[in-house]
């Protein structure tokens, strides 16, 4: 199944939000350190992308916020989000040991997103959020590949996972603030 992809530019044109929803293939129960990903087929997991988070082809700017819901609740990982402006040639399937960032991948790699752990408010989702007032290294300068508008991403779980669902869906919005 194919991302689901929307992107909305705030006032002023300066601030853009790209949400991505995927839904993870989940495996089987996770170990910490695996990415989560649309595929455990061998070969056949994909990179997240954030199409046309940034202005035009070549653009720039800083990731201010990112959040991450959950349709499964009671989970409670912490999980990161490497970034890429060209697709990582890293493991991509669901459910193996993350080997990114590869040698091949390093002149493409922006930086990572780390999140504190999820929690389930009895909303019927878990979640959680990445700001500058967290640990998660935002603000976070992001400059596009010069022929694309787009960033590349790899979900990996930081801790094991045990409550996971068949199918379960993600939905990871970043806001960026784009020169």
Same mark, same amino acid.
């Given at each position: 199944?194919?991302?689901?992809?929307?992107?909305?530019w705030?006032t002023?044109?300066?601030?853009?939000t790209?949400s991505?929803?995927?839904?993870?293939a =989940? #495996?089987?129960?996770?170990?910490?350190? /695996?990415? %989560?990903?649309?595929s455990?087929?061998?070969?056949?997991g994909?990179?997240?992308?954030?199409?046309?988070?940034?202005?035009?082809?070549?653009?720039?700017?800083?990731?201010?916020? =990112?959040?991450?819901?959950?349709?499964?609740?009671a989970?409670?990982?912490?999980l990161? %989000?490497?970034?890429?402006?060209?697709?990582?040639?890293?493991? %991509?399937?669901?459910?193996?040991?993350?080997?990114?960032? %590869?040698? =091949?991948?390093?002149?493409?790699?922006?930086?990572?997103? /780390?999140?504190? #752990?999820?929690? /389930?408010?009895g909303?019927?989702?878990?979640?959680?959020? =990445?700001?500058?007032?967290?640990?998660?290294n935002?603000?976070?300068?992001?400059?596009?590949?010069?022929?694309?508008?787009?960033l590349?991403?790899?979900?990996?779980t930081?801790d094991?996972?045990?409550?996971?669902?068949?199918?379960?869906?993600?939905?990871?919005?970043?806001?960026?603030e784009c /020169?």
């Open positions: 199944m194919s991302d689901t992809i929307t992107t909305k705030g002023g044109g300066r601030m853009r790209v991505v929803l995927r839904t993870i =989940a #495996a089987g129960d996770y170990a910490a350190e /695996d990415v %989560l990903s649309d455990a087929t061998n070969g056949a994909t990179a997240i992308t954030f199409s046309k988070i940034a202005k035009t082809k070549g653009g720039a700017g800083y990731i201010t916020q =990112a959040s991450i819901l959950c349709s499964t609740t989970l409670t990982p912490r990161a %989000l490497l970034l890429f402006k060209n697709v990582p040639t890293c493991e %991509l399937d669901d459910n193996a040991a993350n080997t990114a960032v %590869l040698a =091949a991948d390093q002149a493409n790699f922006i930086g990572q997103i /780390d999140f504190p #752990a999820m929690s /389930d408010l909303t019927g989702m878990s979640g959680t959020v =990445a700001t500058p007032s967290t640990s998660g935002l603000p976070l300068a992001f400059i596009c590949d010069d022929d694309d508008a787009s590349y991403g790899v979900l990996v930081r094991a996972i045990t409550g996971e669902s068949a199918n379960m869906t993600v939905r990871i919005n970043l806001t960026a /020169d």
